[in-house]
């Protein structure tokens, strides 16, 4: 198995994961690799172009995935995974089947839950249509969860990282230097160290990143080169993110369902090695689109 096309951070494979699982090449990464952050397809009630599995058959094909990726982490390793939200065919009820997978990831892999976090996209078309346009008795749905395995209870981890710039009110309390200090009613005590100036403020787990004006490199080759646009697109803002809370430059990154291939143009931004693996061949195609600055000569001509 060969690379489609590489840079020189990184490396593309046109392959299922489950053949890549089962390639020489998977063995020449396990224990190497510090961070494994997807998007897999999500269990939908009816088939999409990118591929999906729907049911308790995606659940148990999304748990067996997981476990044969796991071999591949450090130690202090960690495994991020997005999985939208899904609705009961027919009828304006949410699936639990999103939650369950996770769940189920968790307690028969037995992983840490290191943390839980939503991804809120504020340009997101309002759906789901026919409950939210047309009858309008529902709100659209806007977010997607993100949940942060690993095998340690302590996994490579340093959110001085991912400081946000100040707020324009903290801004001016540090000025200041005084506030209401002391227990508050929650129980919470609020002491001194509270006005330290920390160089900014540690984010919430609540991403608000909207995709709107996203990848126009990445859109531009696709449209030139006459191939289709991968329709569930991560965020480059939000993929880096996770990078940067959770390696450092000499790190490893692997993306076992790569899609337009986010995680590793946001890799290649921050210096990290990665990998990518995509099935669909016009999807390998168009992620060429995210390197155009950065392609060395594929591997396959």
Known sequence: MKPAFKTDLGLVFNSSIEEFIA?????????????ILTSPPYPLTSPKAYGNKIGEEYKEWLVEIVRGLLPLLKARGSIVIEIGNAWDKGV???????????????????????????????????????????KRIRIKDSHTHFWW???????IADNSRVLEPYKDGM????????????????????????LTQNKGAIPSSVLSVGNSKESNEYREWCKLHGVPQHPARMPEKVAEFFIKLLTTKSALVFDPFAGSNTTGRASENLGRKWISIEKNQEYVKGSRGRFTDKLKKSSNG
């Open 171 to 194: 801004v001016k309390l540090l000025k200041r230097q005084s506030y209401n200090q002391g227990v508050r009613p929650s129980g919470h005590t609020i002491g001194d160290g509270f």
């Open 92 to 134: 304006p009820t949410m699936s639990t089947l999103p939650l369950e997978t996770l769940i189920e990831i968790k307690n028969r892999l037995g992983l840490n839950v290191c943390q839980q976090f939503v991804w809120h996209n504020p340009n997101k078309l309002p759906g789901p249509a026919t409950w939210v346009n047309i």
């Open 149 to 155: 395995f690993s095998n340690s209870e302590n996994p």
């Open 23 to 35: 390639s020489e090449n998977f063995n020449n990464y396990v224990g190497k690799v510090d961070l």
